[in-house]
T-cell receptor, first 115, second 114 residues
Framework: AQSVAQPEDQVNVAEGNPLTVKCTYS??????LFWYVQYPNRGLQFLLK??????LVKGSYGFEAEFNKSQTSFHLKKPSALVSDSALYFC?????????????FGPGTRLSVLP | DGGITQSPKYLFRKEGQNVTLSCEQN?????MYWYRQDPGQGLRLIYY???????QKGDIAEGYSVSREKKESFPLTVTSAQKNPTAFYLC?????????????FGPGTRLTVL
């Protein structure tokens, strides 16, 4: 079965500092990996995805993520955090070898960027 | 929120009542999904549909029902059999179910049982 873990419920970072939001996954085949962001009382917005190729994926709003197959991780990063980045972040995986039927979401990590 | 609308934004239900949440998309997407979001639990899949007149149960389908009579619409009914329906409900769509495409989400409906 597919699963996604986000080991930190909350991440606090000062504005201007680099940020990392962690994600690890477990799938039986090759994964498709996604990051989404959710602002209060809103739907999720897509940030970026890893399908194949370069392990460093660049996405929206200056975010990037690094795919590490040996560590089964897909950590979200940004070189310089903004207060407006404060939100709830979800990692998700789709198992292609299982016909990619569904997405599985992690529990979410709340990011607080302090001014 | 990417061409997906959900209504109403807030919904209050008395115990024992069925309620229907609306989800409409104008993105010409084949696949549509319903998720339930509870604090600290992420998103859990209720139902999904790959094509008109076809849908499949997700992980927590008990107490819910759906229909897919039109490509654009995927309404969710929360029945009285759902014992703990208070939650934030999210509808999503994607171009194809078994593909590499991300999902597009609606703004959500917050359901509260009184």
């Amino acid at each position: 079965a597919q699963s996604v873990a986000q080991p930190e419920d909350q991440v606090n970072v000062a504005e201007g500092n680099p940020l990392t939001v962690k994600c690890t996954y477990s799938v039986s085949g090759n994964p498709y990996l996604f990051w989404y962001v959710q602002y209060p009382n809103r739907g999720l917005q897509f940030l970026l995805k890893y399908i194949t190729g370069d392990n460093l994926v660049k996405g929206s709003y200056g975010f990037e993520a690094e795919f590490n197959k040996s560590q089964t991780s897909f950590h979200l990063k940004k070189p310089s955090a903004l207060v407006s980045d404060s939100a709830l972040y979800f990692c998700a995986v789709r198992d292609l070898d299982n016909y990619g039927q569904n997405f599985v979401f992690g529990p979410g990590t709340r990011l607080s960027v302090l001014p | 929120d990417g061409g997906i609308t959900q209504s109403p934004k807030y919904l209050f239900r008395k115990e024992g009542q069925n309620v229907t949440l609306s989800c409409e998309q104008n993105l010409n997407h084949d696949a549509m999904y319903w998720y339930r979001q509870d604090p600290g639990q992420g998103l859990r899949l209720i139902y999904y549909s790959q094509i008109v007149n076809d849908f499949q149960k997700g992980d927590i389908a008990e107490g819910y029902s759906v229909s897919r009579e039109k490509k654009e619409s995927f309404p969710l009914t929360v029945t009285s059999a759902q014992k703990n329906p208070t939650a934030f409900y999210l509808c999503a769509s994607s171009p194809r179910l078994a593909g590499i495409n991300e999902q597009f989400f609606g703004p959500g409906t917050r359901l509260t049982v009184l």
